[in-house]
């Protein structure tokens, strides 16, 4: 039995950040509806990371929404919206992310939906949070990131800001709102009492900042200085970065430049032998081993470095990855299935598991993305939901 089996959560959110949360909840065993407009869906079925389509669907919706249940509803319907409320009252969970003021349009804002089921806890997603002068913008990954200042500490100092590859912002968002429901579940166990969690996209990737943003606030406001060459870390010094080698890439992260430098047979690191130079000189050291690390193989460095106990790793492809020990061993590709509809052959889609462990065991699911409404019917009978016709 999965830890969050016999809980209810409906989700409204769209794109990233809630849907990844109800995402981890339904991989825990929570029972996940995901409401929809009729026709349209969440816009995330249209959000293309590739041009890869799967049964009419972004590889993106089916990989964030798998393991869930469709309701297609239009909140400007008042039958919708009385099944709506109908499904509120018997759930243990609601999360939405539209921006500040448009669900109490709906009449569905915290204060509505907690006078209708006291116990729930509701689940609450923005760009910037609910007040401020930022709180109308678009909570869009790239415009979160920049406005944070996490660009700056990306890239080498010779290049303009460079913002994560990834959706970093929602994606944080979204597992900070699972630690919150979660929390907020404990509670209402011992307080019968539900709870409104917040979080915001902003809050999410400054807090993944905290590290460097407390030597900031705590260091005179001196701004972060990223190394010109092989920047990995604007705060950290020398030899912390990716280099070249004969045939590839090598990491090195923190450690003794003095005996990397014996190690390597480089005696000119030998002499950077104060701390202190590690981070005041690290472009003059860092410049060294681009020259130096670049006369053998990735093996051969990795041969000597690893059998020191020197921090150091090879730099993977995804094609590298999938094929090594290590990464199999993790048993970390499902496959899913979407049945065929119609004429349609079924869709087979490879993707991660949850990477949670409970008791030793893998959370795995086999229920794939659902279509639009795909469930709206079955569930109005289980619920007892009313409907147009009725």
Same mark, same amino acid.
């Given at each position: 039995?999965?830890?969050?089996?016999?809980?209810?959560?409906?989700?409204?959110?769209?794109?990233?950040?809630?849907?990844?949360?109800?995402l981890?909840?339904?991989?825990?065993?929570?029972?996940?509806?995901k409401?929809?407009r009729p026709?349209?869906?969440?816009?995330?079925?249209?959000?293309?990371?590739?041009?890869?389509?799967?049964?009419?669907?972004?590889?993106?919706?089916?990989?964030?929404?798998?393991?869930?249940?469709?309701f297609?509803?239009?909140?400007?319907?008042?039958?919708?919206?009385?099944?709506?409320?109908?499904?509120?009252?018997?759930?243990?969970?609601?999360?939405?992310?539209?921006?500040?003021?448009?669900?109490?349009?709906?009449?569905?804002?915290?204060?509505?939906?907690?006078?209708?089921?006291?116990?729930?806890?509701?689940?609450?997603?923005?760009?910037?949070?609910?007040?401020?002068?930022?709180?109308?913008k678009?909570?869009?990954?790239?415009?979160?990131?920049?406005?944070?200042?996490?660009?700056?500490i990306?890239?080498?100092?010779?290049?303009?800001?460079?913002?994560?590859?990834?959706?970093?912002?929602?994606?944080?968002?979204?597992?900070?709102?699972?630690?919150?429901?979660?929390?907020?579940?404990?509670?209402?166990?011992?307080?019968?009492?539900?709870?409104?969690?917040?979080?915001?996209?902003?809050?999410?990737?400054?807090d %993944?900042?905290?590290?460097?943003?407390? *030597?900031?606030?705590? @260091? $005179?406001?001196? +701004? /972060? #200085?990223?190394?010109?060459?092989?920047?990995?870390?604007?705060?950290l010094?020398?030899?912390?970065?990716?280099?070249?080698?004969?045939?590839?890439?090598?990491?090195?992260?923190?450690?003794?430049?003095?005996?990397?430098?014996?190690?390597?047979?480089?005696?000119?690191?030998?002499?950077?032998?104060?701390?202190?130079?590690?981070?005041?000189?690290?472009?003059?050291?860092?410049?060294?081993?681009?020259?130096?690390?670049?006369q053998?193989?990735?093996?051969?460095?990795?041969?000597?470095?690893?059998?020191?106990?020197?921090?150091?790793?090879?730099?993977?492809?995804?094609?590298?990855?999938?094929?090594?020990?290590?990464?199999?061993a %993790?048993?970390?590709?499902?496959?899913? *299935?979407?049945?065929? @509809? $119609?004429?349609? +052959? /079924? #869709?087979?889609?490879?993707?991660?598991?949850?990477?949670?462990?409970?008791?030793?065991?893998?959370?795995?699911?086999?229920?794939?993305?659902?279509?639009?409404?795909?469930?709206?019917?079955?569930?109005?009978?289980?619920?007892?939901?009313?409907?147009?016709?009725?």
């Amino acid at each position: 039995m999965k830890p969050l089996e016999n809980l209810l959560v409906v989700d409204f959110s769209q794109f990233l950040s809630g849907p990844s949360a109800s995402l981890r909840l339904a991989d825990l065993g929570a029972r996940v509806i995901k409401i929809e407009r009729p026709g349209v869906g969440d816009l995330c079925r249209q959000l293309y990371i590739s041009n890869l389509s799967l049964d009419g669907d972004s590889t993106l919706f089916h990989s964030i929404n798998r393991n869930k249940e469709s309701f297609a509803a239009d909140l400007k319907s008042p039958t919708d919206l009385s099944a709506i409320r109908e499904l509120l009252r018997r759930a243990d969970v609601m999360i939405q992310n539209f921006r500040p003021g448009v669900i109490d349009r709906a009449g569905l804002g915290y204060a509505a939906v907690h006078e209708l089921n006291p116990r729930l806890i509701y689940g609450e997603v923005t760009g910037y949070g609910a007040i401020g002068p930022w709180a109308s913008k678009p909570g869009q990954d790239l415009l979160v990131q920049c406005l944070s200042g996490l660009p700056y500490i990306n890239g080498d100092a010779t290049q303009p800001p460079v913002p994560f590859g990834l959706a970093v912002a929602d994606i944080l968002a979204g597992a900070h709102l699972v630690q919150g429901i979660l929390a907020a579940l404990v509670r209402r166990g011992i307080s019968r009492q539900g709870a409104h969690v917040e979080v915001s996209l902003l809050e999410s990737v400054l807090d %993944l900042q905290f590290e460097v943003l407390t *030597t900031y606030l705590n @260091d $005179g406001g001196k +701004p /972060p #200085v990223r190394s010109s060459i092989n920047n990995a870390h604007a705060y950290l010094g020398a030899p912390y970065g990716i280099y070249t080698t004969a045939d590839g890439y090598i990491a090195l992260a923190m450690g003794s430049i003095v005996r990397l430098g014996e190690l390597v047979d480089c005696p000119t690191l030998t002499t950077y032998n104060d701390p202190a130079l590690l981070f005041d000189r690290r472009d003059e050291i860092k410049s060294i081993l681009v020259h130096h690390l670049r006369q053998k193989t990735t093996g051969h460095w990795l041969g000597i470095l690893e059998s020191a106990d020197i921090w150091c790793s090879d730099v993977l492809t995804w094609d590298r990855l999938f094929q090594h020990p290590g990464f199999t061993a %993790l048993d970390m590709i499902q496959t899913i *299935t979407r049945p065929s @509809d $119609g004429d349609q +052959p /079924p #869709v087979i889609m490879r993707t991660t598991r949850c990477p949670i462990r409970i008791d030793g065991e893998l959370l795995t699911s086999t229920q794939p993305a659902p279509r639009i409404g795909e469930h709206t019917d079955r569930l109005r009978h289980e619920f007892s939901l009313t409907s147009a016709t009725e």
